[in-house]
């Protein structure tokens, strides 16, 4: 079901994301912490499906763990910017599709399928949801990760009622006119609670994350933030009645909060 917010929401980040230097904006570590628990073990030699890749940040490092396949679902023109950066880890066995994850159906479905940062901007979050169980066989593992309600007040109440305003105009006025300010205030922020331990603070944990990046990539998470049409703040309730489902065998799903104002979560098919 490709609504017309999703399509929005996808040219959005294509604009955020082929407008970004080659290669992957996240470090090998970033890389590593989204996946935890899964690890290297988890997907060498597995088909991996990833559904909303953008332009392939995670799958150049994915690379590195030596899978036998790798698919990348996108909606948005992000898919240019993909394939390049595909192609320059050297990895052949690889494909990029510019399809609606929502409604994506692989014909042979992957030992591994995930969507790390990209759920709660679908207009229906539990559809996608829904699409990443579809997609995974028999005994096979899944793995999201989403901003959580809980933990993100700050955000909530102060940013996004900007992201319902700015998200309307030019990509470069966003991210040059509103996340640069923005997100010089919160370096700022971020630094001097950290390195005065000022854990009482909002977005303690997560500022303790982030400060170990430069400006620019505190930039470009804000910018992220301002320029999608619609985001949603997922609270860990919601994710224990979707992890319910009766394809998802029961006695291995795991919640995981990160950082102090996001999920992971995932499991084993049945």
């Known amino acids: 079901m490709e609504t017309a917010n999703d399509l929005q929401t996808a040219k959005a980040f294509a604009s955020s994301w082929n407008n970004l230097p080659s290669g992957s904006v996240y470090t090998f570590d970033q890389f590593e912490d989204w996946f935890a628990p899964l ?77 790390i940062g990209v759920l709660h901007h679908l207009k229906m979050p539990k559809m996608g949801f829904d699409s990443v169980i579809r997609n995974t066989r028999s005994g096979g593992k899944f793995h999201c990760w989403v901003y959580a309600k809980e933990g993100n007040g700050l955000i909530i109440y102060v940013v996004d009622p900007i992201r319902k305003i700015v998200s309307v105009f030019p990509w470069w006025f966003t991210k040059y006119l509103v996340a640069t300010p923005l997100s010089a205030l919160y370096f700022v922020y971020a630094h001097i609670i950290t390195s005065l331990k000022m854990s009482f603070m909002p977005l303690y944990e997560y500022s303790k994350w982030i400060c170990k990046r430069n400006f620019l990539f505190f930039r470009h998470v804000a910018f992220d933030q301002l320029v999608t049409p619609q985001t949603a703040y997922i609270d860990k309730k919601t994710i224990e009645e979707w992890l319910k489902d009766d394809k998802i065998d029961q006695s291995y799903t795991y919640v995981i909060f990160r950082n102090g104002n996001s999920w992971k979560f995932g499991g084993t098919i049945k």
């Open 39 to 115: 690890t290297r073990k988890d997907i060498e030699g597995k088909n991996v499906l990833e559904l909303g890749c953008g332009n392939a940040s995670l799958l150049v490092h994915l690379t590195q763990w030596a899978p036998k396949s790798i698919t990348g679902i996108d909606l948005g023109d992000s898919i240019i910017s993909a394939n390049q950066n595909m192609e320059a880890t050297g990895y052949t066995n690889y494909k990029i599709v510019k399809d609606d994850l929502v409604e994506y159906t692989s014909g042979e479905k992957y030992d591994v399928s995930y969507s």
